[in-house]
């Protein structure tokens, strides 16, 4: 198994399904190992919105995500770096992975202008001038000090010209070099580089091997779940996880559906984040494993039944669907946690779920069982 030279992380490949390209493994980083695939719920501003650390880790997360963007921003890296580090300001022993903030300056798209150095924007609270580099980008994740860090990249929209896409891709990789070097802490925070391409294959392969012959310890899927089909998404997978190392950890960026969950699980992908656990939760919306349910609609006012009844969150063994909406058409914040809580441990639960799939060599057949119940398989199903 050859690693990245002096990598603070390992990936331990143990085991590959024998119908799909599915993994299992081990991610070891300096906050514990993990096995893979795994969901990493999105703790933005240091925290996973209404949720505690010790819930976070009943549920049995064992990797959250925060944003450099956000935390750069609101408090400072900082008044982070002095508190001693994320770990310590959030009260988390655990993994965590930041973003590079390319994702959030990337949308605002009409404040903000690319250039060479990095970007110049304005901050979207505050309206204030603001530029953001590579150099930049790394330097506040070293603050930070999270397990694992991405290097800045431009994420174009997955429709845009290829020529526009062929000089971001470009652009890009000289950034990843520029973050290689400024990166301060080696030793114990491990770089991902990011592969984008849009929706073009060539660009995607060309860019994947661009960041494959810098030698990151982990690579980074970048530019999907940003408008394309399902279909469109699971294409590009299919043709660029093999141009991947087996022995280093694929995370797919912003992904975390249940279906998008298991299709990227399918095609190889070890890592997955996503906001949508908790963002639906407070628009009254759980995963059920027989669908979508979204608890504040009037028919399960008097519906006494968990929000689930294949599932043992504390959520479901607690309380009822007729209890939640209450809460939730209350802006009763104890609905809302009440929700995220359901959702997050929903997702958790599936991905321990698919890792005893890909042991059993049955994932195929666990992904029909799932999307036939989930109601996937159902024409005009509504997704998330």
């Not at 959250?64 to 963007?69: E, Q």
């Not at 994702?103 to 204030?128: A, T, W």
């Not at 860019?207 to 899927?221: E, K, N, Q, T």
Request: charged share 25%; proline share 4%.
């Amino acid at each position: 198994m050859t690693q990245t030279k002096n990598s603070p992380i390992r990936y331990e490949l143990i085991k590959e399904e024998k119908n799909t390209g599915a993994r299992l493994g081990i991610l070891h980083t300096p906050h514990g190992s993990f096995e893979t695939p795994i969901y990493m719920p999105v703790g933005t501003l240091a925290t996973v919105k209404s949720l505690s650390p010790e819930e976070l880790k009943e549920m049995g997360a064992e990797i959250v995500l925060s944003n450099t963007y956000h935390l750069w921003l609101r408090p400072g890296e900082d008044i982070v770096e002095e508190a001693g580090g994320l770990h310590s300001f959030m009260n988390w022993d655990r993994g965590i992975l930041t973003d590079s903030g390319g994702f959030q300056v990337f949308s605002l798209s009409d404040i903000r202008k690319i250039k060479e150095e990095g970007v110049h924007f304005r901050n979207h609270i505050s309206g204030e001038k603001l530029f953001l580099s590579p150099e930049k980008a790394i330097q506040i994740q070293n603050a930070l000090g999270a397990d694992i860090i991405m290097s800045f990249d431009e994420c174009p929209d997955f429709h845009h010209t290829y020529e526009y896409v062929k000089d971001s891709i470009n652009r890009t990789t000289r950034w990843a070099e520029r973050g290689l070097k400024a990166h301060q802490r080696s030793q114990d925070q491990a770089l991902f580089g990011i592969c984008q391409g849009a929706g073009y294959k060539d660009l995607r392969i060309q860019h994947a091997r661009d960041m494959v012959s810098l030698d990151f310890p982990g690579y980074s899927i970048g530019g999907l779940s940003v408008g394309e089909s399902k279909e469109e998404m699971n294409q590009v997978l299919d043709y660029l996880t093999p141009e991947l190392p087996k022995d280093k950890p694929r995370y797919l960026m912003g992904v975390g559906s249940p279906d998008a969950l298991i299709d990227g699980v399918i095609r190889g992908v070890d890592m997955f984040d996503c906001v949508l656990a908790t963002r639906i939760a407070r628009n009254g919306t759980c995963m059920t494993h027989s669908g979508r349910l979204v608890v504040k609609n009037a028919k399960y006012a008097r519906d006494f039944n968990p929000i689930d009844p294949k599932c043992d969150c504390y959520t479901c063994k607690n309380y009822t669907r007729a209890y939640v909406r209450h809460l939730i058409k209350s802006d009763e914040i104890f609905g809302l946690r009440l929700a995220s809580i359901h959702n997050v441990h929903f997702l958790l639960q599936l991905m321990r779920d698919v890792r005893q799939a890909i042991r059993d060599d049955q994932l195929l057949e666990f992904r029909e069982a799932f999307f036939e119940e989930y109601g996937y398989n159902q024409p005009n199903a509504k997704m998330f």
